[in-house]
T-cell receptor, first 115, second 113 residues
Framework: AQTVTQSQPEMSVQEAETVTLSCTYD???????LFWYKQPPSRQMILVIRQEAYKQQNATENRFSVNFQKAAKSFSLKISDSQLGDAAMYFC????????????FGTGTQLKVEL | KAGVTQTPRYLIKTRGQQVTLSCSPISGHRSVSWYQQTPGQGLQFLFE???????NKGNFPGRFSGRQFSNSRSEMNVSTLELGDSALYLC????????????FGQGTRLTVV
């Protein structure tokens, strides 16, 4: 079975500090895309960052960056200079290349940002 | 550019009834996917429609069905509602293939009583 595991149900971070959310996945395919989505209380899923599995270079998007370890099937998200607006549920997900738009999601990590 | 629009936002239905949810994708997007989100099961893929054809289907009973119209708008239908169908139903639209970003709507909160 193809699965995504987020082992941290909840995380807390102080404003302006750095936090890392972990994610591991399991697929026998070699071509896929990995994503981190954010779901604030408004419930709308927002794409935070995307990583193509064929790229060795880790993706970066402003204060968000990933540590992609393909052999270990690990895809962690680092949030630098955390802001109050970063508080949300974060989901790790992947799509198989050529498999249509079928996202497989993890169970999510609730991030709290404290003053 | 307008985002993904889901209607209605909230819905309360009785067991045994049926319900239809609507999703209007971003203009130009041809792929629409549906997901069910519950506290117990998390986010689960229901199905994907592309150019009016179902391209992928998740592991849900036949009570869950969908369709897509020529303007890419999609509907999903749940017949003979059960209490366990209470969930947030999310729709996502994508331009084309699996390497493009999925844009989500705000969801429809369905409560079955």
């Amino acid at each position: 079975a193809q699965t995504v595991t987020q082992s941290q149900p909840e995380m807390s971070v102080q404003e302006a500090e750095t936090v890392t959310l972990s994610c591991t996945y399991d697929t026998s395919e070699s071509d896929y895309y990995l994503f981190w989505y954010k779901q604030p209380p408004s419930r709308q899923m927002i794409l935070v960052i995307r990583q193509e599995a064929y790229k060795q270079q880790n993706a970066t998007e402003n204060r968000f960056s990933v540590n992609f370890q393909k052999a270990a099937k690990s895809f962690s998200l680092k949030i630098s200079d955390s802001q109050l607006g970063d508080a949300a549920m974060y989901f790790c997900a992947y799509i198989l290349t050529g498999g249509g738009n079928k996202l497989t999601f993890g169970t999510g990590t609730q991030l709290k940002v404290e003053l | 550019k307008a985002g993904v629009t889901q209607t209605p936002r909230y819905l309360i239905k009785t067991r045994g009834q049926q319900v239809t949810l609507s999703c209007s994708p971003i203009s130009g997007h041809r792929s629409v996917s549906w997901y069910q989100q519950t506290p117990g099961q998390g986010l689960q893929f229901l199905f994907e429609y592309f150019s009016e054809t179902q391209r992928n289907k998740g592991n849900f009973p036949g009570r869950f069905s969908g369709r897509q119209f020529s303007n890419s708008r999609s509907e999903m239908n749940v017949s003979t509602l059960e209490l366990g169908d209470s969930a947030l139903y999310l729709c996502a639209s994508s331009l084309l293939t699996s390497n493009t970003e999925a844009f989500f709507g705000q969801g429809t909160r369905l409560t079955v009583v």
